[in-house]
C-alpha cells in the first residue's frame, strides 16, 4: 500500500485555477497507477483523472478533459492535478488514490490507498 496526503485545495472563482499535490511515501508508489477522485455532498466519490505507473498514459472522466491535467513525478514521489477553468460544479473534496495496478483503471475497488481529502471550492 502507499500512503498518501493532499494539499492545494482552497477557494476559488469561477474561471480561476487550483493546483492539487499529493505526496506519496511506500515502496510500491512507482509502481502503481495512480488516481484523483472527488466527492461533491450528497453525491457518489466519482473518477476524475487516472495516471499510469511511469506518467506515460492519463485518462480523465469527460467533465473535466481539456480542464484539468494529472502528472506525476516519481523521484519525489508526487502526484498532481492542475485544474484550470474551474466551475461551480468541480466543487467537493478531492481524494488521491493509489491502484492496485499499473495501468489506469476507472473503478473505485482498483483502488487499496487513499489520501484523507482536499476541499476544492468554486464560487460563481
Known amino acids: 500500500q502507499v500512503q498518501l496526503v493532499e494539499s492545494g485545495g482552497g477557494l476559488v472563482q469561477a474561471g480561476g485555477s487550483l493546483r492539487l499535490s499529493c505526496a506519496a511515501s511506500?515502496?510500491?508508489?512507482?509502481?502503481?497507477?495512480m488516481g484523483w477522485f472527488r466527492q461533491a455532498p450528497g453525491k457518489d466519490r466519482e473518477f476524475v483523472a487516472g495516471?499510469?505507473?511511469?506518467?506515460?498514459?492519463?485518462t480523465y472522466a469527460d467533465s473535466v478533459k481539456a480542464r484539468f491535467t494529472i502528472s506525476r513525478d516519481n523521484a519525489k514521489g508526487m502526484v498532481y492535478l492542475q485544474m484550470n477553468n474551474l466551475k461551480p460544479e468541480d466543487t467537493a473534496v478531492y481524494y488521491c488514490?493509489?491502484?492496485?495496478?499499473?495501468?489506469?483503471?476507472?473503478?473505485?475497488?482498483?483502488?487499496?490507498?487513499w489520501g484523507q481529502g482536499t476541499q476544492v471550492t468554486v464560487s460563481s
Open positions: 488514490a493509489g491502484s492496485y495496478y499499473t495501468e489506469i483503471t476507472a473503478t473505485l475497488p482498483s483502488y487499496n490507498s
Open positions: 511506500g515502496r510500491t508508489f512507482s509502481s502503481s497507477a
Open positions: 495516471i499510469n505507473w511511469n506518467g506515460g498514459r492519463t
